[in-house]
């Protein structure tokens, strides 16, 4: 266990809170995290978008009919 942080980081106004100071303690000793969490980005978020696809997608939908309260 890590002891006598001071609990500051310039450009963060002053303050580091425990929690953000654990998670850059652990990112740097588990430096495979990161590159699980990038690997994770890609997959999900980075990836080629058809856009011709997503026009004919749009053009085909039928448009949601609005909620009458009254």
Do not use: C, N
Not at 7 to 34: A, I, N, Q
């Amino acid at each position: 266990m890590r002891t006598g942080h001071s609990h500051y980081r310039p450009g963060h106004d002053g303050y580091v809170s425990p929690f953000t100071e654990f998670m850059d303690h652990f990112l740097e000793d588990h430096p495979e995290v990161v590159e699980d969490q990038r690997r994770g980005w890609y997959r999900f978020w980075d990836h080629k978008a058809d856009f011709d696809e997503m026009l004919k997608e749009r053009q085909d939908s039928v448009p949601i009919k609005g909620y009458d309260y009254f």
